[in-house]
T-cell receptor, first 112, second 106 residues
Framework: EAGVAQSPRYKIIEKRQSVAFWCNPI?????LYWYQQILGQGPKLLIQFQNNGVVDDSQLPKDRFSAERLKGVDSTLKIQPAKLEDSAVYLC??????????FGPGTRLTVT | KNEVEQSPQNLTAQEGEFITINCSYSVGISALHWLQQHPGGGIVSLFMLSSGKKKHGRLIATINIQEKHSSLHITASHPRDSAVYIC????????FGAGTRLTVKP
């Protein structure tokens, strides 16, 4: 069974630029999560999807972050414009309903 | 105070040593997870448990629901065990500890 796929693995941008990350969950997993993990901290939930609907986006900085999962399968997370403090690993995870989450390899973003 | 606290933050051991990482939590939980994160960033689930003890190879995880405490033990540690170990609670609303950075020296 293929795992959660993410791309790109690494991205370096300057502040005020835009960036997008892509996630393809495990086939059949209706629940998809995006997390932000700042160096030295545990992951923080940004947004949770159930199919193509948003379940929880309470910690998503909506002035600059957006996410979509239009067809209920793969998802994109966008930052526009990026700030220095957005430097982090962005993790995508998926789950079958409310069961155990499976994590992707992450995208390491550096904002200079 | 974080809902999930881990100790120690950093741990350095010599190859072969027995290692213990601790996790305390302050919320009611349906499950507790021990996760492993290598430098590349990806996270792998080691254990999910809601009671008692689980063992997989050289790794053992225990949980005490009454005391809201869990431990991850590594027996006969090896340099390839070097990673960040993260404790997390919950299922679809996981809360994470800050992680314990383990370095095992040959």
């Amino acid at each position: 069974e293929a795992g959660v796929a993410q791309s790109p693995r690494y991205k370096i941008i300057e502040k005020r630029q835009s960036v997008a990350f892509w996630c393809n969950p495990i086939s059949g997993h209706a629940t998809l999560y995006w997390y932000q993990q700042i160096l030295g901290q545990g992951p923080k939930l940004l947004i949770q999807f159930q199919n193509n609907g948003v379940v929880d986006d309470s910690q998503l900085p909506k002035d600059r972050f957006s996410a979509e999962r239009l067809k209920g399968v793969d998802s994109t997370l966008k930052i526009q414009p990026a700030k220095l403090e957005d430097s982090a690993v962005y993790l995508c995870a998926s789950a079958f309903g409310g069961s155990e989450q499976y994590f992707g390899p992450g995208t390491r973003l550096t904002v200079t | 105070k974080n809902e999930v606290e881990q100790s120690p933050q950093n741990l350095t051991a010599q190859e072969g040593e027995f290692i213990t990482i601790n996790c305390s939590y302050s919320v009611g939980i349906s499950a507790l997870h021990w996760l492993q994160q290598h430098p590349g960033g990806g996270i792998v689930s080691l254990f999910m448990l809601s009671s008692g003890k689980k063992k997989h190879g050289r790794l053992i995880a225990t949980i005490n629901i009454q005391e809201k405490h869990s431990s991850l033990h590594i027996t006969a540690s090896h340099p390839r065990d070097s990673a960040v170990y993260i404790c997390a609670v919950g299922l679809n609303d996981m809360r994470f500890g800050a992680g314990t950075r383990l370095t095992v020296k040959p």
